[in-house]
Structure formats: C-alpha cells, structure tokens
C-alpha cells in the first residue's frame, strides 16, 4: 500500500511470475487479494488520518523543495493558518525572515549527504505564527519515498513553556546560589534536602555537612518547641512570615535570624515539605538595640536639660514639650502636644508666625538655625521674654522644626544693672576725664569709649575697627618697646598690674602723654590671659 500527497492509500499488487489465464483461477486469486488489500488501506488510511488529526503535535509534510503538502490541525493551532493556507507554500512560511537561509542549508545537506531518516531528533528552532509572532519550536524529522519522490515528515512542538520553565529554574539557580539569605529546604520530618551558599555563610556548615542532617543541626535546645508548632502550621498550608528568632553557628554561636517558612505542595494539593529562607539580622538588632539606648539616651536629656525642647510640624502643631518647657510656660506637655503653638505667644506674634509656617510650606525662605530674642506668654496670660533657636528637622517625608527655648528674665535684669552701672562709671569717667578700655587677647579686639578716642583727637567712629595694632601704630617709637616688655611682665604673671606712661600721636601729629593703667580680668580654663 503506497499513501499519495491527498492522503489516500493505493493499493498496489507486484506479481512475479507471469499471469496463468488458462483456468482462471489465478485471476481470481488476484481480484480476491485485490479487494482485501483495498480494504486494509481504507482501514489504515482511517486510522493514520485519526493519528495526525489527533495528534498534540503538529505534523508537517513536504516536499525535497520544502513545499508542504500536508498540515494537521494542531499544526494550524501552533501557526493560526488553516491547512488550506498553508499547503503548497513553502516552509519557510513559517519561520522568521532571518532564519530562512537555514532552511536551505538543512535541505541541501540532506539531499547532499543523505542524512539518515532518524535525523533531526530533537532539534530547535524558531517558528512565526501568521500574526507575525514567534516562538521556540521542537522538531524532528524523518525522510520517506512517495511514488519514487522524496518526502519528509516534520514533527512540530511548541516549547514555549519549556523554556520559560528552563529561565525560572535558571534563574531561581542563580537566586539560590547568589542570595545572602539562607534558603533551604527539608521534609516533613526536618530532614534538609537542599543548602545554598547563604546558608553555608549564615550557620558555616558546608551543603554536604547539612543535607540528610535534622533541622536540630542549627535550632538551640531551648528553641526546639518553635519547629514542631512552625510544622503544625505548615501543615495546615500556612505560611509563617518574618518570624524572628534565634539560632545557632557551627562554633556555637547564637545568630539573630528572621526566618519565612512556606509549605511545598505538590499537583495533588498535598504539603510534602517545606522551604525556609533564613536572613541573618544580627547587625540589624545590634542596630535597633544601639538606637534605642541612643533614643531613651535623647529621651533623658530632652527631660533633664535646662532649657525649654519644643517641636512642631510645618503646620505649627506642638508634638514635643519637654519638662523644662513646662516649668518655663507653666503647662503639662499634656496640655500642650497637639496644640498650636500660638498658644505660647502673645496675641501680637500670631498672625505673623502663621504667616511664616504658610510662606515654609510654599518653599519660601526659612528663618531657622538661628537665635532670636521674642516673648512668651504663660499659662497665667504673663508675658516674659525668652530666647529662641530654631533649628529645622526632615525625616521621614516630613518637615519638623525643633525650638529650643531659655528664660532670659533674669539675663534681661542683669544686662539692665550692668548697664545702669555702666552709666554710673562714664558719668565718673566723664567727671575725671579718663578714658576706658578693654583688649580681648585671644581675638584681638579691642573696644575703647568715645572719651580714650578723644584724647588723640579722633571720634571713636574713626577708629573703627579697633585692634591693640591700632594702638600701637601710634605709640611712639621711642616707647613701643617699653610698652611691650612691661606688657608681657604683666601677662606672664611678674607684675600685678600694667601701668605705662607712653606717648600717642595726636591726629593733628603732635605727641600726647597719657598715663595706662590696667590688669587681666579674666583667663580661659587652662590659665591663658583672656580679657585685659
């Protein structure tokens, strides 16, 4: 029996020996077997046709040309053209532009070489569907005779899933091999299956120490009631997340770890394992601990620093009121968290700090990280004056502003003494025509009062700014030395005071004397001459 290009089986009988007519008997015999035979090939011509019809994979016939001349239905699946549209076109078809060429190297090594029908077995290429695109294609092929015309047979599959299987399981390869977390799996009775290099890492025993061991290996004594309720759960098909706990190194050692355990289900539904992934958080709970002594650290000096801590938000809501600030306004931070500030402000300074926080919240400019002098308002409506410096804070997406606030009521009275006191030494000096200094030895700086400007017949505006250089650039020169050596005997301690007659050019070029009388005042902690 021969199959023909449209499928259909014809039979077909070779005899040998040359026809015996004489009885008829044999031509019997020949229509007999001829009629069976063409039987026989309607029977298979049924079935092969189910075959292909049927088949998941599609199956492709054509010619030593690559001309097809057959196309089953799960071909028509896998390219979306009827069989109609794609007998008498050639292969190339169904392939990509750039991949046609291959085609007629594959034809022209097999009618060259001959290849053998058990050629192409499993080979891969890249198939184009009628909507243009592509995928990855599984073929074989077989070579066959057909009324003495070579045919082949071009089994088709698509392995699309294949390979993205192929990409996911390279992939979580490369995860498991890469990741610094411990990922390992086990089975139902705590036997490890797998153990990554994070694994090794984390608990320093190798894959082949590990695997076949009981989870035990790594789990302290005390903490072995944690595994029997996380199977419990597992079992249940839960999924334990972020349970931090604590296990144990090789050496001994105790690891802070944060663990995420999953049940591995299998197609039936039924949990037959388990897969963990472990993350060392030993550095970060060091860090939690670390930040929260440094937070209660903060917490006890915010309530024990003498001056006033206040924070708000950029729109003037009072979120931190520390026991200082309560003693300066006389209110609980009860009281006050959650309230505008304008609360602790006289009614003058409101509309204009709101005015600011809108002009902040704009991104206009900020008035912060310096100090100001204004006045708060108690809790009994008295007003007192207080200094304020603002210093602004972003964290966490948000804009915060912390005050720090100090009475300055009693800084004020005395400022007012000393410069009552003040008043009442000019009025000597002006009584007794001498003129006073002072000379800040570490910056320099000298200040002096109108009436020592005067008495070399300057205004004191004139002088500005005023440095011992000053000073001395109208010392004369005859002095200048004098002047330093009893200077510096003063300053190293061998005189209890500084007293020189010296003479200064006038700014009219005469030279005037005058009597300096002086002594250090005040020296910085270590004992240097600070003020003279």
């Not at 049940?263 to 670390?290: E, H, L």
């Not at 009994?380 to 972003?394: G, I, M, N, V």
Request: overall charge negative; proline content about 3%.
């Amino acid at each position: 029996v021969q199959v023909g290009r449209s499928g259909e089986a014809t039979p077909e009988l070779r005899v040998d020996h040359p026809p015996i007519q004489t009885t008829g008997r044999y031509e019997g015999l020949v229509r007999v077997l001829l009629e069976d035979s063409e039987q026989c090939a309607r029977k298979a011509q049924l079935g092969l046709k189910a075959l292909i019809d049927t088949a998941v994979d599609g199956i492709v016939t054509m010619t030593q040309q690559g001309v097809i001349q057959s196309f089953n239905p799960a071909a028509e699946r896998l390219f979306g053209y009827t069989e109609a549209e794609a007998i008498d076109h050639n292969l190339k078809l169904l392939m990509p532009e750039e991949f046609q060429a291959e085609l007629d190297d594959f034809l022209k090594n097999v009618l060259t070489h001959g290849t053998g029908k058990a050629s192409g077995i499993g080979q891969e290429v890249i198939g184009k569907r009628q909507d243009g695109s592509t995928f990855p294609v599984e073929f074989s092929f077989s070579e066959m005779m057909v009324n003495s015309e070579r045919m082949f047979t071009l089994i088709l599959r698509d392995i699309t899933e294949r390979k993205e299987l192929q990409r996911t399981q390279k992939l979580y390869q490369t995860i498991l091999q890469s990741s610094n977390d411990a990922i390992i799996s086990k089975t139902l009775d705590g036997i490890i299956t797998s153990w990554n290099p994070g694994a090794e890492r984390i608990f320093g025993y190798r894959a082949d120490e590990a695997i076949g061991q009981s989870m035990a290996l790594v789990v302290p004594e005390r903490r072995m009631d944690e595994e029997a309720e996380i199977l419990a759960k597992i079992m249940y098909k839960q999924k334990v997340d972020h349970f931090e706990t604590v296990r144990q190194h090789k050496d001994g050692s105790l690891i802070d770890v944060s663990i995420t355990i999953s049940p591995i289900i299998n197609k039936r539904g039924n949990v037959i394992g388990v897969s963990k992934i472990a993350r060392d958080i030993t550095a970060r709970k060091q860090t939690d601990d670390a930040l929260q002594f440094s937070s209660q650290l903060v917490n006890a000096i915010v309530d024990t620093i003498g001056d006033g801590i206040i924070t708000i938000d950029e729109h003037g809501i009072v979120h931190l009121f520390n026991k200082a600030a309560e003693q300066i306004f006389g209110r609980t931070a009860a009281q006050a968290i959650g309230q505008p500030l304008t609360l602790l402000m006289p009614l003058r300074y409101r509309d204009g700090h709101r005015a600011g926080l809108a002009r902040m919240r704009a991104g206009g400019a900020r008035r912060v990280n310096s100090s100001v002098e204004v006045h708060g308002l108690r809790a009994d409506r008295s007003e007192f004056p207080l200094e304020l410096a603002l210093t602004e804070l972003r964290t966490a997406g948000k804009t915060m502003f912390v005050g720090s606030l100090r009475d300055i009521t009693e800084r004020q009275r005395l400022w007012t003494a000393l410069a009552d006191e003040r008043r009442r030494l000019s009025d000597v000096l002006e009584g007794s025509n001498l003129g006073a200094w002072e000379w800040n030895l570490q910056t320099g700086a000298l200040s002096m009062d109108e009436r020592s400007a005067m008495m070399i017949g300057f205004d004191l505006a004139e002088l500005m700014p005023v440095t011992m250089e000053t000073w001395m650039s109208r010392t004369h020169p005859e002095d200048k030395a004098r002047v330093e050596s009893m200077m510096k005997e003063h300053l190293t301690a061998q005189s209890d005071h500084y007293q020189c007659d010296v003479r200064l050019q006038h700014k009219d070029g005469h030279w005037v004397w005058l009597h300096c009388s002086s002594g250090l005042t005040s020296r910085t902690a270590d004992g240097v001459p600070l003020l003279m």
